[in-house]
C-alpha cells in the first residue's frame, strides 16, 4: 500500500501553461506539505497545510497555488509555467504535536517546462 | 524553522567499512531527525531522536546527539551498496511543523 502518493510522476509542458499535481496520503495524517528539490538537489519547503487549513507559505510565487479537498489530499497549481519551475516537487505528510515528527514522502514529480 | 548542516558534502568509502557523517545546527530543538534519499526518489525517514537523548539505534545505524555542541551524528555500520544515497539531517524546534533540510552528505559505498 502507497503511504503518499503523487500523480503524474514526469510532467513536461511549455512555458505559459497551466498545471497541477495531485497528492495523497491515506496515513491519517493532519499536515501536508510541498517541497521543491532543484537541480541542485537542494530540498526547499513552499507550503503546508494541516487539518486543510494553510500553516506555512514560503516566499513563493502567487502562480503556485495549493488546494486542500481534505486531510488526504493536497493538490499544487501552477499557473503560467516558467523554465526556473522546472524541479522535482514532493509531497509529503506528518502527522504534528510538540515540534516536528517524521514526514513521510511520496515518490515526487519531475516537471520540465520548455 | 533552522536548517542542519551536513558534513561532509560527499564520502566514499569501500562495502564494509563504516561511514560517519554529521550535522550542526544553530538554536534549541525538540527533536532531530535523520532521512535518506536514493537517486530520483523521495526522502525517507531514517532516526528520530529527541533532545533528551544522547544515542538512539536502528539496525546498522547509529545516531548521537550532543546538544550542548548542537550537533548530532549518523553512524552507518558494515555498510553495503544499497546504502549508497544522500542523507539529510532536520532539526525541529519545539512548536514547529516544519523541517528544513540542508544540502545532505552525498555518500557512495563501493562494492
Known amino acids: 500500500d502507497t503511504a503518499v502518493s503523487q500523480t503524474p510522476k514526469y510532467l513536461v509542458t511549455q512555458m505559459g501553461n497551466d498545471k497541477s499535481i495531485k497528492c495523497e496520503q491515506n496515513?491519517?495524517?493532519?499536515?501536508m506539505y510541498w517541497y521543491k528539490q532543484d537541480s541542485k538537489k537542494f530540498l526547499k519547503i513552499m507550503f503546508s497545510y494541516n487539518n486543510k487549513e494553510l500553516i506555512i507559505n514560503e516566499t513563493v510565487p502567487n502562480r503556485f497555488s495549493p488546494k486542500s479537498p481534505d486531510k488526504a489530499h493536497l493538490n499544487l497549481h501552477i499557473n503560467s509555467l516558467e523554465l526556473g519551475d522546472s524541479a522535482v516537487y514532493f509531497c509529503?505528510?506528518?502527522?504534528?504535536?510538540?515540534?516536528?515528527?517524521?514526514?513521510?514522502f511520496g515518490p515526487g514529480t519531475r516537471l520540465t517546462v520548455t | 524553522s533552522q536548517q542542519g548542516e551536513e558534513d561532509p558534502q560527499a564520502l566514499s568509502i569501500q562495502e564494509g567499512e563504516n561511514a560517519t557523517m554529521n550535522c550542526s545546527y544553530k538554536t534549541s530543538i525538540n527533536n532531530l531527525q535523520w532521512y535518506r534519499q536514493n537517486s530520483g526518489r523521495g526522502l525517507v525517514h531514517l532516526i528520530l531522536?529527541?533532545?533528551?537523548?544522547r544515542e538512539k539505534h536502528s539496525g546498522r545505524l547509529r545516531v548521537t546527539l550532543d546538544t550542548s555542541k548542537k550537533s548530532s551524528s549518523l553512524l552507518i555500520t558494515a555498510s553495503r551498496a544499497a546504502d549508497t544515497a544522500s542523507y539529510f539531517c532536520?532539526?525541529?524546534?519545539?512548536?514547529?511543523?516544519?523541517?528544513?533540510f540542508g544540502k545532505g552528505t552525498k555518500l557512495s559505498v563501493i562494492p
Open positions: 531522536i529527541r533532545s533528551n537523548e
Open positions: 496515513l491519517g495524517h493532519d499536515t
Open positions: 532536520a532539526p525541529a524546534g519545539a512548536g514547529s511543523y516544519q523541517l528544513t
Open positions: 509529503a505528510s506528518s502527522q504534528v504535536g510538540q515540534g516536528a515528527y517524521e514526514q513521510y
